[in-house]
């Protein structure tokens, strides 16, 4: 079967740690040696987050004598393509050497009227105190919002529309090429007169994943997270990692933007597109996750 | 007729320009308007060069006071063939919209034992003063070398060996799809007991070309730069373009390192392997390129 894996951002970097290269590329083969697992028998198409990666481009852009004005986000999120698909694809060509890899650069189409150009709500970068995020706010141009107990930049995340690349990856994924793509939820780009040009945004890579998985025809989207799966009850003393779950009852809850909310929203939307499972789980065991043995099994009835 | 045509640096940025995104950007929609004629009746990949680019990330590396130490080359390298990919993707997606285009992430194979690495030779990023260069030498570790009336750094750039994607990007080409790879050369990678791992290193990209053209079978490969041709009596009142050349004209004729001289000896290497014809020149005219009417075309007798 055709399986879309979004690797959470967790995948390369674990909270508290330095941006290092040797340390994303070392949790790059780990993530890749689970990941691999799920090659024997079916197609893979391999997505990633970029959050922390785009926004250390982004400072050292901003900080860039050279530059008059940094980067914007559509050619930042590029560079972080090459870089993060460049780490998967060594990982996968090592891991799964009996199968061909590929990491495509990906353009996802975004309405230059999305609401969310008015209202910035997508995390970028690293944690600061409150005084600390005014401060870099103020001299660079930036929005800021709390993140939990710090303070971090926030980016117009607008809904992705369409990716441009999916036929190429499907029809590479279909024939039996692992693909990366859609990293950082894609480049976002407008297309006008038929003409696309970058934004300077950042898109869900959850929400891409789950217009990618539509589009595709995958049989099974799997999240991955740094958690067990959805917690029902969260913060109380009968909280328990759902393992089933409806979209009409994932529908009646709530969660906060930026953590499993965006997770919750794409499962919900996969399944009412297809009818098929979505998966939210932990990379520790991802037999498990595409068996529904572990992790939230999201299912339409 | 496949046609491998390589982006000389000047296609993304002219001498002396910042290193703006807008500028690169604007350069590359120039570009992939002459080589969108290519396409007609061929099949067409392209790669690209990233000196200045990579410089650029680089240096915005090496001064990030989150990092203890700037990223390897291999990793700037694939942030640059992100970025540079992309907006070949675009551009090539907006100006031949009856083709499907892609940008792959390739990875190309050297030797850890190549001489290069203890005689570092390739220009990346910026030109300085003399003083000024060797101060950033000493207080980054870096090689510098004089370049023309200025001094740049000097990376280690060993032999292409291998172009580890080759075999995807001739499946693509050769079934319609317009490929974008090798960007910089390819990221330059090792292989020890069958795994590849990073090299911290650049590689010539008309040297990676020619190889790139050599395992896929082309037809032709080109090599766009910013004069008409192979200048004959460079810098005497006799100065003219070479029309056509064999390769033992060529060869019996030295060339300075780091400007024509890597397209020289590329397109020997691709004239010699393959008994075809190599043609270097400028873009504005490269329909005449490929029919020979323009540029200095390379041939085996």
């Given amino acids: ?37 799920l090659c024997t028998g079916n197609e893979l198409i391999v997505t990633h987050g970029n959050g922390p990666q785009v926004g250390l481009l982004a400072l050292e852009s901003a900080n860039d004598p050279e530059l008059e004005r940094p980067y914007p986000f559509d050619v930042l999120g590029a560079q972080t393509q090459g870089m993060i698909g460049y780490w998967l694809l060594q990982a996968l060509t090592n891991a799964v050497p009996s199968r061909e890899s590929v990491a495509l650069v990906t353009q996802t189409l975004v309405d230059v009227n999305d609401p969310a150009f008015t209202h910035p709500t997508k995390f970028v970068g690293h944690g600061y105190g409150e005084v600390e995020a005014q401060a870099l706010a103020a001299s660079n141009g930036w929005s800021v919002a709390r993140d939990g107990a710090l303070w971090r930049r926030v980016v117009a995340s607008p809904e992705p529309r369409e990716i441009i690349e999916g036929p190429v990856i499907e029809r590479l994924a279909r024939r039996g090429t692992i693909v990366v793509g859609v990293g950082g939820g894609g480049v976002p780009v407008a297309r006008e007169d038929g003409v696309l040009r970058g934004i300077d945004a950042v898109i869900d890579k959850d929400l891409a994943t789950a217009l990618l ?72 065991d991802v037999l498990g996750l595409v068996e529904g043995t572990s992790g939230t099994s999201v299912v339409a009835h």
């Avoid at 970097?13 to 697992?37: C, S």
Wanted: glycine letters at 10%.
């Fill in 1 to 37: 079967m055709l399986i879309v894996a979004a690797l959470g951002g967790n995948a390369l970097l674990r909270r508290g740690e330095k941006l290092a290269a040797q340390i994303q590329q070392h949790h790059v083969v780990d993530a890749v040696a689970q990941l691999a697992k």
């Fill in 213 to 284: 998985a539509i589009s595709v025809g995958a049989d099974l989207m799997v999240l991955v997270t740094d958690v067990a799966g959805v917690i029902d009850g969260f913060a109380t003393p009968d909280a328990r990692v759902l393992s089933t779950v409806t979209v009409a009852q994932l529908r009646s809850r709530t969660f906060a933007p930026g953590s499993m909310g965006p997770k919750v929203e794409s499962a919900c939307r996969f399944v009412e597109a297809t009818g098929r499972r979505a998966v939210i789980g932990a990379l520790d």
